[in-house]
């Protein structure tokens, strides 16, 4: 499975960016499709998830209110709304995807992953 995040750039705070996320591969094997961040100095940090067949979605409290997650199966992308930003919001984002998963927020779970996005807010 390969993914491609897109999207990132420069906002101000209080603007919105969508970050996409494009797969390509054996997609049916994996189960999540997961946004993670990882700030300058700081570790990579669990946004939301959300599962390929189900629907469903989770998120950090950092995010949650503000961002939302979906995908598109018949695209094989999955997307990452983001609205309300914030200067903390400041990090590089990834995509990545597991293939099963006892914790979903914790990145080491994931089996692929995108290459990263830079999303930066200014104040």
């Known amino acids: 499975v390969q993914l491609q995040a897109s999207g990132g750039g420069l906002v101000q705070a209080g603007g919105s960016l969508r970050l996409s996320c494009a797969a390509s591969?054996?997609?049916?094997?994996?189960?999540?499709m997961g946004w993670f961040r990882q700030a300058p100095g700081k570790e990579r940090e669990f946004v939301a998830v959300?599962?390929?067949?189900?629907?469903?979605?989770y998120y950090a409290d950092s995010v949650k209110g503000r961002f939302t997650i979906s995908r598109d199966n018949a695209r094989n992308t999955g997307y990452l709304q983001m609205n309300s930003l914030k200067p903390e919001d400041t990090a590089v984002y990834y995509c990545a995807a597991a293939r099963y998963s006892s914790n979903v927020e914790d990145h080491q779970e994931y089996h692929y992953w995108g290459q990263g996005t830079q999303v930066t807010v200014s104040s």
């Open positions: 959300i599962t390929w067949s189900g629907g469903s979605s």
């Open positions: 591969g054996r997609t049916f094997r994996t189960s999540y």
